[in-house]
C-alpha cells in the first residue's frame, strides 16, 4: 500500500517543481523584454469635461430668491392706515404693484394692471360661540 501511495504522488512533485521552473523562465523573460517599459502610459477619462464650460459660466451666475407673491390681506385699517400682511400702509403705497388709492373705514381701493380692486377686511372667525337656552 505505501509503495502505492509513493508511485502516486511521486509524479505530482516532479510535476510541480519542473512547472515552477519554466514559470520562473518566463518571468525572466519578461523583465529582459525590451518592448515593456515600466512606465505606463494611460490617459484619465473625465466624465465632466464636457461639463466644464457650463459650469464655469454658472459660477457667474448668482442665485435668484424666489418670488412668493401673497394674496392681499386687509387685517386692519386705523386712522388712515392699513395693515396688509404684518406691513402698515397708507394712501400712495404700493403693495405688490398695486397702488392704495383710497382707505375707507371697511374696505380699501386699489388699483393694479389699470384695474379698480375693492379689498374688504378679512373677517375673523370666533373660536368661542354662545348659544341662548330659554326655559
Known amino acids: 500500500m505505501k509503495k502505492l501511495i509513493l508511485l502516486t504522488i511521486t509524479p505530482l512533485l516532479f510535476a510541480s517543481s519542473t512547472n515552477i521552473d519554466k514559470l520562473s523562465k518566463k518571468i525572466d523573460i519578461l523583465n529582459n523584454d525590451k518592448k515593456i517599459s515600466s512606465k505606463l502610459e494611460y490617459t484619465i477619462y473625465d466624465p465632466f469635461a464636457s461639463a466644464k464650460p457650463i459650469i464655469s459660466e454658472a459660477k457667474g451666475i448668482k442665485e435668484i430668491e424666489p418670488?412668493?407673491?401673497?394674496?392681499?390681506?386687509?387685517q386692519t385699517i386705523l386712522n388712515h392706515k392699513v395693515l396688509i400682511n404684518n406691513k402698515w400702509y397708507k394712501t400712495g403705497d404700493i403693495v405688490q404693484n398695486g397702488?392704495?388709492?383710497?382707505?375707507?373705514q371697511k374696505?380699501?381701493?386699489?388699483?393694479?394692471?389699470?384695474?379698480?380692486?375693492?379689498?374688504?377686511?378679512?373677517?375673523?372667525?370666533?373660536?368661542?360661540?354662545?348659544?341662548e337656552i330659554t326655559e
Do not use: A, G, R
Not at 67 to 74: D, Q
Not at 99 to 104: N, V
Open 67 to 74: 418670488i412668493i407673491v401673497l394674496p392681499i390681506i386687509v
Open 107 to 131: 374696505y380699501i381701493v386699489v388699483f393694479k394692471n389699470k384695474k379698480k380692486t375693492f379689498i374688504t377686511i378679512k373677517s375673523k372667525k370666533s373660536i368661542f360661540t354662545t348659544k
Open 99 to 104: 397702488l392704495i388709492k383710497e382707505i375707507h
